[in-house]
């Protein structure tokens, strides 16, 4: 019982991690079209805009919480002290070790031959807390421990840079969605294309890249009347 009162004083302190995620991922994201989102954006739009990720997050959370206690009973169940580094443990310490260094190798070569920077940053990303869970499992056959919440943070960190970044370069690279947008001001209207690319909005701005002259078009939204999707 004691845990689980311990994990519910964390829930506000997770709430706050979860914001700072989204705002991070959010300032990673236009940071790639040259555009300082904080500038543009109130501190009520980043709590809001957090929402949108709050299903991922909260998922992230969940599979970390039930390795954690997974973990917890594992070793409450496991009577025998590693500290005596028996033979099984050196095989095992083997064994993760050399897999952490292939899956080093195979993401510097998978990055090395991959001509999209979408691509790269998931490979990076995934191969990363793939070999963080190796690391650990190195580790938990020494005296030396990786705690869980260490590792599910990272983890999310991680997560969160590949995030932003990869959203935007696949609008770079034009491997995003297809959808068009329309949007009406009382003088002008703006539709996108294969070069233009809508890229998002705040309250009180609407941003635009364009692929071929590689720059970002900021307008205010003061006038406009509707903004279509198809």
Same mark, same amino acid.
């Given at each position: 019982?004691?845990?689980?009162e311990?994990?519910?004083?964390?829930?506000?302190?997770?709430?706050?991690?979860?914001?700072?995620?989204?705002?991070?991922?959010?300032?990673?994201?236009?940071?790639?079209?040259n555009?300082?989102?904080?500038?543009?954006?109130?501190?009520q739009?980043?709590?809001?805009s %957090? /929402?949108?990720?709050?299903?991922?997050? !909260?998922? #992230?959370?969940?599979?970390?919480?039930? *390795?954690?206690?997974?973990? $917890?009973?594992?070793?409450?169940?496991?009577?025998?002290?590693?500290?005596?580094?028996?033979?099984?443990?050196?095989?095992?310490?083997?064994?993760?070790?050399?897999?952490?260094?292939?899956?080093?190798?195979?993401?510097?070569?998978?990055?090395?031959?991959?001509?999209?920077?979408?691509?790269?940053?998931?490979?990076?990303?995934?191969?990363? %807390? /793939?070999?963080l869970?190796?690391?650990? !499992?190195? #580790?938990?056959?020494?005296?030396?421990? *990786?705690?869980?919440?260490? $590792?599910?943070?990272?983890?999310?960190?991680?997560?969160?840079?590949?995030?932003?970044?990869?959203?935007?370069?696949?609008?770079?690279?034009n491997?995003?969605?297809?959808?068009?947008?329309?949007?009406?001001?009382?003088?002008?209207?703006?539709?996108?294309?294969?070069?233009?690319?809508?890229?998002?909005?705040?309250?009180?701005?609407?941003? %635009?890249?364009?692929?071929?002259?590689?720059?970002?078009?900021?307008?205010?939204?003061?006038?406009?009347?509707?903004?279509?999707?198809?």
């Amino acid at each position: 019982m004691e845990k689980f009162e311990k994990l519910s004083q964390l829930l506000p302190f997770g709430s706050i991690f979860i914001l700072l995620c989204s705002s991070i991922k959010l300032v990673i994201y236009y940071k790639i079209f040259n555009i300082q989102i904080v500038d543009y954006i109130g501190i009520q739009e980043f709590i809001t805009s %957090f /929402i949108d990720d709050l299903l991922i997050y !909260i998922c #992230l959370f969940g599979v970390g919480i039930f *390795l954690y206690l997974f973990d $917890f009973y594992q070793n409450g169940n496991d009577t025998f002290l590693k500290n005596d580094s028996p033979e099984e443990y050196k095989t095992e310490r083997r064994i993760t070790l050399t897999l952490s260094i292939i899956i080093l190798v195979l993401i510097i070569v998978s990055v090395q031959y991959s001509n999209s920077k979408s691509k790269s940053a998931e490979i990076i990303c995934v191969g990363l %807390f /793939i070999f963080l869970a190796t690391f650990r !499992i190195f #580790l938990s056959s020494t005296k030396l421990v *990786l705690p869980y919440p260490i $590792f599910i943070i990272s983890g999310i960190i991680m997560y969160t840079i590949m995030y932003g970044y990869t959203d935007a370069h696949k609008i770079i690279e034009n491997n995003n969605n297809n959808l068009s947008y329309t949007i009406v001001f009382k003088e002008k209207t703006y539709s996108t294309d294969k070069y233009l690319k809508y890229i998002g909005k705040t309250e009180n701005f609407l941003f %635009f890249y364009n692929l071929k002259s590689k720059r970002t078009t900021v307008l205010k939204s003061d006038d406009l009347i509707k903004i279509s999707i198809k």
